[in-house]
């Protein structure tokens, strides 16, 4: 009997003695495992450091060198391009315009990494680098804006055409004015002006836009050569017909 309690004794010993045996190891093996993922996510947050430029390799894309000659801001207070001094319109996202802003100014020499149109002096950018040598790469690749409803009072505009503005499909889409301002024009109602866009023409344009440190843009609602001359455009996103919001007849659903 006393071998008997002996020998429980003993092995109950050797299992406290191997379980001990297996936190240990266990521990251990957690520990390995964190710093491991630490030293990952060091790696990673390195890694992500020095490619702070993005993600995609645009090596390939042609280098464009120029001067900024001025912003192209959207009639909603945004950034949606730049024009250089030799004429070349770039054109941005919007999102990715919020960005350049803050590093490129008018008067300096920037780089530029993009696609170039064939036969248009239009240039999508994907990569601008300042004179400092910040560089900021584009995230999100589509560019330009989607005509929306502008609250406030029209902006007036009166002058000669200084240069066209091209979209991605490389139909006119606006002029810049001689005196800087930018007037954006729907493509298909380019076609319905009665005369052509050149530079030089004289224009007239009245619509809802925006003035800030930018420059002034807004978006054409008439335009014509004169004053006394001028076209209504359809404003496509305009409100439908209808009695007014609140009154009861808005309420009423025809049967």
Known sequence: MFSSIKKNKWLQGTSCFVMGMVLVVSGAHNADAKTQKKEAVRSVSHETSNTSTGFMDLSVLPVVKGNVKQ???TPYGNLGGLL??????????TMFG???KTVVHPGQDITIRGL?????PLLQAFLVENPQGKILQEDSPEAGFSPVPVTGPDLFVQGKVGQLLYNLQGQV???VMKDGTVVYI???????LGFSLQPGTALCVRGMGSVTAMGKALQARSIGQS???????LQVNAPPFGAPAGSPAYDYIPQ
């Open 84 to 93: 250089l001094t030799d004429g070349t319109q770039v054109i941005f996202s």
């Open 186 to 192: 729907r493509p298909f109602d380019v076609s319905k």
């Open 227 to 233: 004053e006394d001359h001028m076209i209504e455009l």
């Open 173 to 175: 889409m606006g002029v």
């Open 98 to 100: 919020e960005a350049i």
């Open 116 to 120: 170039k149109a064939r036969s248009l």
């Open 71 to 73: 912003y192209l801001p």
